[in-house]
């Protein structure tokens, strides 16, 4: 039974028409083509289709889409290139095949939102809930620090130099689907 | 639902132009797998799987499903046989139907292909229709399936042998006698799941009488081969693409999927796509259980008289790569040691199971598993250190290998001393180790083991190396992308032997139509043989390069002389870029070609050919906790080293020895897959639990040793895939046992028997005290 919905994906708004159990990682992915919201244990338990729900790390295979409407979405897709968390995880080569790697990036984003400077603790506890069957963990771990200190130099940055990047790291919007 | 307009199916991955850019799509999530295929009129697969382990196909009933909206056709033996494809076969062993015909011999064969508009039409209509099986009385397990009244799994193989390796060397009678001491042991492996993320994907489309086939295949050159030979196609009429895949750790190699989603695509003119759910992977591959029987003799001074074994594996209900796992198993389980007389029987057999396949490891794990843990169990009983144990038992460059073949290129011993370093030197960092609680319940202890794998041998790789017009070089082979960074590898070999900017290597994807034969991405053996093509294709390539612009400027090539990007002669002065003379020429480009096959050297004195042309070789040491309340192992330390010869690219080497430790955990201490009754007890993620960032040891420290091989030979680049993998869980076993004084002997370390183990160790466990079992 269809529904038209309205979703907000990466600061955007789409109307999609369709039954709002559907998974919102098959809208996303299948229908919004966000290729990086990948399908792969269908149950919650690897993270492959992580997406930030008002912020906050969801399983989008979970979700039905009709739950997810009228919250923020936001993906991969959202993210800019010069974003620490991507830049960290390209620079300390924090992936092998890759299919899992954006939810990573988007944990670590939430991760780094709470927790600026976090423990190796609270990084494995952050990230427990997302599966590298590759075995990328170490780097991944060296890619969360590294991604905390580039933030924490850009916003040091921001505050010496008011007039510039009064964007937030997440605020670019290359996956805008509109 | 709104219906997306499918892109082409290769867009964005055809090829690699920028390996920089490549490396930011991936972390971003821009690559595309084939998951993400699509063609325009696509329809949708899924399968009807048999619910018995074994008995005769009586029939399928397909009234329900047939009249289900969206359901175009549903494909099943009986179109086979008016195909004339009843007894069509492809596989390992040439032993694998399309589709279940007249019989089923595992929980989960594909028994018919629904083919419907779309996914969920498709998926709801399999579930509707009815498999009627005549079942008869399946066999599980190895040992019941050879006794002569066990069920026949494969028609023509009534003693149910898939396959039967012995190796003997020396005089093993003669050896026993002199030893002073004897051990025996008995080992275990469960069966264990890929898991790769990204599940088993084909999309199939015919037309112009062509067959094009994306599929997560890790080796497209014999998928294509094995399509063609099975619709009777010429080989050039079949095209096997392969995008990135999202992991593979050998579950990807041989041809699954594609037979049935090609056929199907036949019999409904529709391009067809297969996606497996999660608990199709349980029963589309395995890992192949084992049981290790192992004997070993000492002398007076600790160094090997015998050692000999017998595994049988189970090898599930089709061959798939058992053959070669039964193969590497039992050249690996006695250890790269001096052993003077020794002998292997490794079998395998057929059962009821789902089909054993490649795992990362291909059999050297669960020979590991058992060599590995009993030369501690030597070293302890002879109260040795288990480290000075093996460094007076390794093997040196040049001296012979249990077969009686020559080891030209032994590094063991350095990878031994360097895992035990690092190990130490993680200690001094003394991280890792969790601060002890107020109620101390954890003991605490030492634990290494060496690997040792073989590469396939003989196997061949060609490379085609392109020039363009635009002055860029099209680095064309059938090398699958699979995470380990083959394509990053293969560009800088094709760039350093060229003397190019890597910045002009484009890395074209396996396309079998365009990229030349690959025999497989696995065995670790891309960095080695696929490199080595390219750099035999670049060597050819400098020499057309040469010949054409002699040709363009009237000068013979011996005048020529290379300067930066023009080659210019020398007596004249005039010189003119390669890359316009490729634009110039027929096809805008200068090809050069390349193959390279490993060649077995031969034994001087026997004129035998080796075992394998190279041995990857690693070593690991951890440290280990062991929660005496609750049995819980925690790696807390983990350090490994493995020889690399030369490392090409430091980050994927790091990445795959990295690698190789943490996916090792998963077998050693939670990974098992049983079928209890045919099907699979877990078939999906939460039940069946991998290695998550909690898991890794905080200190993990790797290295890729490098060298070259012998004084008067080139150094030689080696594949770092599986170097570590083997000695992960034989060195947590070692740990464990001595921590808790008594041994875990099968698969995987669970806490119920660890704590068995300690209730062992704490009456002195008998069987690592006496000789025997």
Known sequence: ?178 | MTEREPSMADAGFAEVADLAAEARDRVAGRIRYAIDTALPSMAWAALVRSPMPAGRLRGIDVRVASAADGVLAIVSGEDLAREGLAGARFGGLADQPILATDRVSYVGEPVAVVVAEGLSAATSAAAQVRVDVDASVPVFEPDAALRPDSPVVREGRADNVLSRWTRRNGDLPAARSRAARTFRDRFSSPAAQQASLEPHVCLASWGDGRLRVWSTSQNPSRVAAELASLFGLEASAVEVRVPPLGGAYGGKNQAKLEPLVAFASRMTGRPVKLVNRRADEFVTVTKHPAVVTIESGVDEDGRFTHRSAEILWNAGAYALSSVPVARAGGLAVLGPYRIPAAAVESVMVYTNHPPGGSFRGLGVSQAAWAGEQQVDRIAQALGVDPVEFRRANLLASGERLWTGEPVADAHWLECLDAAVEQLDEARRRDRGARPASAHETLRRATGVAVAMKHTITPARSEAILALRGDGRVEVRTSAVDMGQGVEVVLARVAADALQLPLERMIVVRPDTSRTPFDMTTSSSRATFAVGNAVEAAAVDLLDRVAEAVSVSLGVPPDRLDRDGDRFVDRDGGRGIAPAAVAAAAPGGEILGRGTFVNEPERDVDTGEPVSSSHWHQGAVAVDVAVDVGTGVVRVERAAGAAWAGKVVNPPGARLQNEGNVIFGLGPSLFETLEFPTGAPAVSDLLDYRLPTIADVPVELATRALEGPPKADEPTERHGLGESLIPAVAPAIGNAVAAAVGGRVRDLPISPERVLAALDAGAVGDARDRSDGP
């Open chain 1, 1 to 178: 039974m269809s529904e038209s919905l309205r979703l907000r994906v990466n600061g955007g708004s789409v109307a999609v028409d369709v039954d709002p159990l559907t998974p919102l990682q098959v809208i996303v992915h299948d229908e919004l083509d966000l290729s990086s919201v990948r399908a792969a244990c269908g149950v919650g338990t690897c993270g492959a289709c992580t997406v930030l729900l008002d912020g906050q790390p969801a399983r989008s295979c979970l979700v039905p889409v009709g739950l997810a409407a009228g919250r923020d979405i936001r993906t991969s897709e959202g993210l800019r290139d010069d974003d620490p968390v991507r830049v960290a995880f390209v620079s300390e080569h924090a992936y092998q095949c890759g299919y899992c790697i954006p939810g990573f990036v988007l944990a670590t984003s939430s991760l780094l939102d709470e927790h600026p400077t976090p423990e190796p603790a609270e990084i494995d506890a952050a990230l427990v809930g997302n599966l590298c069957r590759c075995g990328s963990y170490a780097a991944i771990r060296r890619a969360v620090t590294v991604a905390a200190r580039l933030r924490g130099e850009r916003l040091e940055t921001r505050h010496a130099e008011p007039s510039a990047g009064t964007r937030g790291p997440n605020a670019g919007d290359p996956g805008d689907p509109q």
